[in-house]
């Protein structure tokens, strides 16, 4: 074979390549877009209508229903404040016995399903949890005292614990390389540590502490199978308000309504997000961290109290699920449904990190080559829209739609809704590596490449591949833990472990549910794991793109 035909074939390749990328990011855009829009309108669609009274009522429902939502989402967010800030000042500051295990904890939320840590809290807090068999063995109570748990702040509680991390960590990586010139000017005026906090650590942790609060609130905003778990009657979020007019009362104008509403105030926060994103770039230091170790009795009151707080609601819940598993396995590893499960996982897990790791580097390139400066508002924009549309919006519209289309009952579906969601994850793995590469070598390729696409093959793709092993085991793993999609879906004979572990729950089988729900945590962490073991990559310069160019 000649250099004329090889050059003829590779080119074909490459196009072919391209235009399958191209295909599969136009496919997640327009059901992304058709989903939301079958959500929106849901009540023309379903064909439903409302009479006066009934409409009257709706509204009276949506306000309700809307207040508690933002309430326990505000108050989520403040309670995972309360336990991060302190998380993070200690991660990021202080040297001591246990801070890098701390500082691991902000995998927790990433790569553990809620479900799990709502489990977990079951085990740990309820009825018949651990710690109130323990209370009423020592106090002789008859009743069981601690009763938090299936109410308000129960919801709460465990929501701050699950998503205190994220603050933690973001707050923490700043913190530790902000600048110390003013520090040093203050302490050397004679200001105590707790006044400069006040006076000039906290507006320099500001722009952190907001986006990392406003990611956590869409968590909370967002959550379902927490508040579906825990909620009592006549509390319920936007989303258990969706989930179950849509199993129920089949009142599509009201999930209609709910399902706009939602969004608005969604991609209002996300759009807040993105300004404070952006000046938070611009104000962080490039400071290298120090730590010292924990002096006096302030300080040693923060440690120990937190420390204390983050062992008894976060890790012992997570070592009584692993606890509960053990002499459960037997049983749940006789079941057929569970490894059909875990097939079923396995196969949606890896379609949806394929699908979103294609589309992620393709619009990645696209960006790249259209706007290698990043000034395109739009290109920006466009990957934080999935953000302000929730998994119950998105697994409702694709159901509707899926009655006029042969897919209805596929598990395909489930595949496609989750990589709607979960590319903007893979393209956040590939950016920095991308961006990494200087423009000279991507203008270089540009004017030496007899082929456009080379810039894309032998440029871009080289440099991100370490980024796209990770970006695939960062989608697969997020895929693996949902299991709000699957049950919105109700996919007749499709279960998957995540779906699998909450009907066990759902059967008061805790044990088995917590073996199930043990293999699914191997099964998460590991993913992410690989994930961060491969979030590195070399970097590229001028010289290797022109040797790669000589040698072929």
Not at 140 to 168: D, K, R
Not at 194 to 209: C, E, G, K
Not at 273 to 287: C, D, E, N, Q, V
């Amino acid at each position: 074979m000649n250099a004329k035909t090889r050059m003829i074939g590779r080119t074909v390749s490459q196009r072919t390549g391209m235009i399958l990328g191209i295909g599969i990011m136009l496919l997640l855009f327009l059901i992304f877009i058709a989903t939301a829009g079958a959500s929106f309108s849901a009540g023309r669609i379903a064909g439903g209508a409302l009479g006066p009274s009934k409409t009257t009522s709706n509204a009276l429902r949506i306000i309700k229903v809307t207040r508690f939502t933002l309430r326990q989402a505000i108050l989520s967010t403040v309670a995972a404040l309360i336990i991060g800030l302190p998380a993070a000042y200690l991660v990021a500051k202080k040297q001591f016995f246990g801070r890098r295990f701390l500082s691991s904890l902000s995998a927790v939320s990433l790569c553990i399903p809620p479900l799990l840590m709502a489990l977990a809290f079951v085990l740990s807090f309820g009825m018949n949890g651990q710690v109130n068999k323990l209370l009423m063995h020592i106090t002789g109570a008859e009743e069981a005292p601690i009763t938090f748990l299936y109410s308000f702040w129960g919801i709460i509680i465990c929501h701050g614990f699950y998503n205190f991390p994220v603050i933690m960590r973001t707050v923490a990586d700043t913190w530790q390389h902000l600048p110390e010139d003013e520090y040093n000017a203050a302490r050397l005026l004679g200001a105590s540590r707790p006044r400069i906090f006040r006076t000039v650590t906290i507006f320099q942790l500001l722009p952190a502490i907001a986006s990392s609060c406003i990611i956590v609130f869409l968590y909370c905003f967002f959550s379902f199978i927490i508040v579906l778990l825990f909620g009592q009657k006549g509390s319920s979020t936007l989303e258990v308000e969706m989930y179950q007019a849509a199993r129920s009362s089949l009142d599509f104008v009201l999930i209609g309504r709910l399902s706009i509403l939602e969004t608005a105030i969604a991609l209002l926060m996300v759009v807040v997000y993105a300004l404070i994103s952006k000046k938070g770039r611009h104000s962080t230091g490039l400071a290298a961290a120090t730590r010292t170790r924990i002096r006096g009795g302030f300080e040693w009151t923060i440690t120990i109290v937190t420390l204390a707080v983050i062992g008894f609601f976060f890790l012992m819940p997570m070592v009584l699920l692993l606890w509960k598993a053990v002499p459960a396995f037997g049983k749940v590893f006789a079941r057929a449904a569970f490894f059909e499960s875990l097939k079923n996982t396995l196969v949606v897990s890896v379609s949806t990190a394929a699908l979103s790791t294609i589309t992620a580097f393709v619009f990645a390139a696209i960006s790249r080559i259209a706007d290698p400066y990043r000034k395109s508002s739009l290109l920006r924009a466009l990957p934080l829209v999935p953000m302000a549309l929730s998994s119950v919006v998105l697994g409702f519209g694709i159901t509707l739609l899926s009655n006029y289309t042969f897919l209805r009952g596929s598990p395909v579906l489930l595949v496609l809704a989750q990589s709607a969601l979960t590319w903007p994850f893979a393209l956040q793995q590939l950016r920095t590596p991308m961006d990494k590469i200087p423009l000279t070598v991507t203008e270089a390729a540009s004017l030496l490449s007899p082929r456009p696409l080379d810039t894309v093959f032998c440029v871009l793709l080289p440099q991100c591949r370490r980024a796209l092993f990770s970006a695939f085991a960062f989608c697969a793993a997020i895929s693996s833990g949902d299991a709000t999609l699957p049950l919105v879906l109700g996919i007749p004979g499709f279960d998957t472990l995540a779906l699998f572990t909450y009907r066990l729950s759902g059967a008061y089988r805790f044990n088995e549910s917590c073996a199930s729900g043990a293999v699914l945590m191997f099964l998460s962490i590991t993913l992410f794991i690989i994930s961060d073991l491969t979030n590195k990559a070399p970097r590229i310069s001028v010289t290797t793109y022109l040797n790669k160019e000589t040698r072929i």
